[in-house]
């Protein structure tokens, strides 16, 4: 059930343009690319299209009638990102759009003038793509989806969810993460601060995935994170799976983790990502340039908690996390 509503992102993430604005018909037909690192048949990637596409008719632009927008779609594999983003520069566009670290990484590699607006990187001044958040001084910019400090409150959940963890695993692929680092130092030095063991958790296959959760869920006192990451969401029905089976507490970064199984996630919105995204192309479109956008930090989390599985795994979830939950499913 839904606990409260939300405000979306904020002012600075997205501009009202006069309503005459949006009315007016641009003097040719733009053209945009979008490479997604998900597959086109991912329910998850569907909705996050559905608001991308939403808040670009809501700004005025209509796909077939006053912009074209051409989709690859990477479906979890770098060398397809990497192939489609030499295709899309190919289409010579107005903009593209990125949605992961290594797709904007694959269109990086491709163009240094054609505006590319990423919706869901990690850390971007990290990773190469702006010198800065505030001045990106580049052809890139766009919007981070979850800070290292989130790290933090997954900590706390987890200790108030399941205070029998004493080990706790970091899951994600290195292909797909390469900015891994900027959350593994985190949860180190967090992780050390409550005498908890922190357990770095490369992966690189459904097979890697399966052969380390076995181990872990075969020790006592374990409790697995899940990173932000491509591979993650696309691995993840087999990630509930083992965790259900181990009887491993874990915390996810998304919605749709918990909302398909998982105990509990705590992260952004990854839709308001997309929504700021088209805002940010509507303004590209209409003669800004990249370097001229700030790089937006996310301003809108939420906590969502299965009471299912949670039951399943022999948890009971504290009264004071339920109310503070915007979602709880039964």
Do not use: C
């Not at 520069?89 to 590699?109: C, E, G, K, R, W």
């Not at 809108?300 to 022999?314: D, P, Q, S």
Request: charged content about 20%.
């Amino acid at each position: 059930m839904r606990r409260r509503k939300f405000i979306s992102l904020a002012a600075g993430a997205a501009v009202t343009w006069p309503l005459v604005a949006h009315a007016q018909q641009p003097d040719r037909m733009r053209r945009v690319g979008v490479l997604s690192s998900l597959a086109e048949t991912d329910p998850e990637a569907q909705a996050w299209d559905a608001a991308f596409r939403k808040r670009l008719i809501e700004l005025g632009w209509i796909d077939g009638r006053s912009i074209h927008i051409d989709y690859r779609w990477g479906a979890g594999s770098v060398d397809r990102m990497r192939l489609f983003a030499r295709e899309l520069v190919q289409l010579n566009p107005d903009a593209v759009v990125t949605i992961s670290t290594p797709a904007t990484a694959a269109l990086q590699a491709e163009t240094r003038t054609i505006p590319i607006v990423f919706a869901w990187v990690s850390d971007p001044v990290g990773s190469g793509f702006v010198s800065s958040l505030a001045h990106p001084g580049g052809n890139i910019t766009g919007f981070l989806n979850i800070e290292a400090s989130v790290i933090g409150k997954w900590l706390t959940l987890m200790r108030e969810s399941a205070p029998q963890v004493s080990r706790i695993g970091f899951l994600y692929n290195p292909q797909t993460a390469p900015y891994a680092q900027y959350y593994l130092d985190t949860f180190r030095a967090a992780s050390s601060a409550l005498a908890i063991e922190a357990i770095d958790a490369p992966v690189r296959s459904t097979e890697d995935v399966e052969a380390f959760m076995t181990k872990l869920g075969g020790e006592g006192g374990a409790g697995l994170f899940v990173m932000s990451d491509t591979s993650m969401i696309v691995y993840r029905k087999m990630i509930y799976s083992l965790a259900a089976r181990y009887r491993l507490p874990t915390i996810y970064p998304y919605r749709v983790f918990a909302a398909e199984g998982g105990l509990m996630s705590y992260g952004v919105v990854v839709a308001d990502l997309l929504r700021g995204a088209a805002s940010y192309i509507d303004r590209i479109l209409r003669g800004e340039k990249p370097d001229e956008l700030a790089v937006q930090q996310p301003t809108r989390f939420e906590l969502v908690i299965n009471v299912k599985t949670a039951k399943t795994l022999g948890l009971t979830i504290p009264t004071w996390m339920l109310v503070a939950a915007e979602e709880v499913i039964e």
